[in-house]
């Protein structure tokens, strides 16, 4: 039971730091208010749902979800190496499930971003875009362009958070000791 309330967290810890990383490569706007959203224009949101199955056909959704899915198992498994085998095919099974429930309610999401922030014309050309062969090209080679990018992030990362901890030392006055225990912490962190 002790292995499997560990997953549970490591897999929580997981997405979120798959999410995180995301999210902070982009200056999130502010939110809204809960109910202060305008309802979204049906002919946009039409389009919106429109540009989505034409990206997600081409892109080889099912490809992208399972990469995304290995590396997280992958990460909930580093953090709880006692584990027993069977839970591994017990975090895929749960995984998927999630998925599964949750992809619609992500792709509404998504259109109906997509649907208030482009306008009527932006989000037509962006449609007639990715129906031409341009545009299909792109959206077939994209999980290979993203996993390069992907990979190439990866190899700045340790650069960065050296980076970091030299400018926080510089602005704040570190001790050795406290520069020796970030750096500790930062070769232990997960690689993202």
Not at 75 to 94: C, F, I, T, V, Y
Request: glycine share 6%; proline share 8%.
């Amino acid at each position: 039971m002790a292995n499997f309330r560990t997953l549970c967290a490591a897999a929580a810890s997981a997405v979120i730091l798959a999410g995180g990383g995301i999210a902070a490569a982009q200056p999130a706007p502010p939110p809204a208010p809960a109910g202060d959203q305008a309802p979204v224009d049906p002919a946009k949101l039409a389009l919106a749902r429109k540009l989505l199955d034409l990206q997600m056909s081409q892109m080889n959704l099912s490809a992208v979800m399972k990469s995304l899915d290995e590396q997280m198992l992958s990460q909930m498994m580093r953090q709880s190496p006692n584990a027993d085998p069977a839970m591994r095919g017990r975090l895929e099974r749960a995984v998927e499930k999630a998925q599964a429930d949750l992809m619609p309610h992500m792709m509404d999401s998504m259109a109906s971003g997509f649907a208030r922030n482009l306008s009527q014309k932006e989000l037509e050309d962006t449609v007639a875009f990715y129906s031409s062969p341009s545009g299909q090209a792109i959206l077939h080679k994209m999980p290979a362009i993203m996993s390069e990018m992907i990979a190439g992030l990866g190899r700045w990362i340790p650069r960065m958070r050296q980076e970091m901890i030299e400018s926080l030392c510089a602005d704040n006055g570190c001790t050795p000791a406290q520069r020796e225990a970030m750096e500790r912490q930062q070769a232990e962190a997960p690689p993202r």
